[in-house]
């Protein structure tokens, strides 16, 4: 199982950027991909899980209405558009999964990447 993150970047606040993650090694098809935020001196916390049906489970109330997640099983991919940022969602953004994950659990799947730096500041 690999997965690549990658879109992330500096912004500045209210600013926009979309994150990919790239996966192989599995039936991207079948798998929930989880995306999780961990900020300097802060423990990882879940942002937001897309099930194998393209549902999605936010795990953060803060990034409702803000952050869009969706999938290309074609391209094997997942994505996380970060609308209107604001400087607490500065953080490492990473991927994750594992076969049989369940986004309605809180839980940390077996696998993840390494991870794309979000930085919001002015």
């Known amino acids: 199982v690999q997965l690549q993150a990658s879109g992330g970047g500096l912004v500045q606040p209210g600013g926009s950027l979309r994150l990919s993650c790239v996966a192989s090694g599995f039936p991207f098809y079948s798998y929930s991909i989880a995306w999780f935020r961990q900020a300097p001196g802060n423990e990882r916390e879940g942002v937001v899980c897309?099930?194998?049906?393209?549902?999605?489970?936010y795990k953060q109330d803060s990034v409702r209405g803000r952050f869009t997640v969706s999938r290309d099983n074609h391209a094997n991919t997942a994505y996380l558009q970060l609308n209107n940022l604001r400087p607490e969602d500065t953080a490492l953004y990473y991927c994750?999964?594992?076969?049989?994950?369940?986004?309605?659990?809180?839980?940390?799947?077996?696998?993840r990447g390494q991870g794309t730096l979000v930085t919001v500041s002015s």
């Open positions: 897309i099930d194998r049906n393209a549902i999605p489970t």
């Open positions: 994750a999964t594992e076969r049989d994950l369940y986004c309605g659990r809180n839980s940390h799947p077996r696998y």
